[in-house]
């Protein structure tokens, strides 16, 4: 079993910048992709950004020159550091993790962008 919790989000006015984390703890060995989603009210939920365990990575077009995804392997952590904010990024934001083709999901962190 793996645990993600992510740390981070809050209130911010438009424009400006938040930095997601997301901890990985128990059998962790051996996770391979993780990615940041998140969900609207009323919306599905959306990939926002992807990341190998070699770092190569992958965003939504509407995040892009925006978001930057990024781990730390040796501390099992994701990162999403979010600049320029939108209200429309307002979302509940959830980490997702990989392991043996096996997908988990840590609880969510809410990011509100007040216009």
């Known amino acids: 079993q793996v645990q993600l919790v992510e740390s981070g989000g809050g209130l911010v006015q438009t424009g400006g910048s938040l930095r997601l984390s997301c901890a990985a703890s128990?059998?962790?060995?051996?996770?391979?992709?993780m990615a940041w989603y998140r969900q609207a009210p009323g919306k599905q939920r959306e990939l926002v950004a992807g990341?190998?365990?070699?770092?190569?990575?992958n965003y939504v077009d509407s995040v892009k020159g925006r978001f930057t995804i990024s781990r730390d392997n040796a501390k099992n952590t994701l990162y999403l550091q979010m600049n320029s904010l939108k209200p429309e990024d307002t979302a509940v934001y959830y980490c997702?993790?990989?392991?043996?083709?096996?997908?988990?999901w840590g609880q969510g962190t809410q990011v509100t962008v007040s216009s």
């Open positions: 990341i190998s365990r070699n770092g190569i990575t």
């Open positions: 128990g059998s962790t060995f051996g996770i391979n992709r």
């Open positions: 997702n993790a990989v392991i043996h083709l096996t997908g988990y």
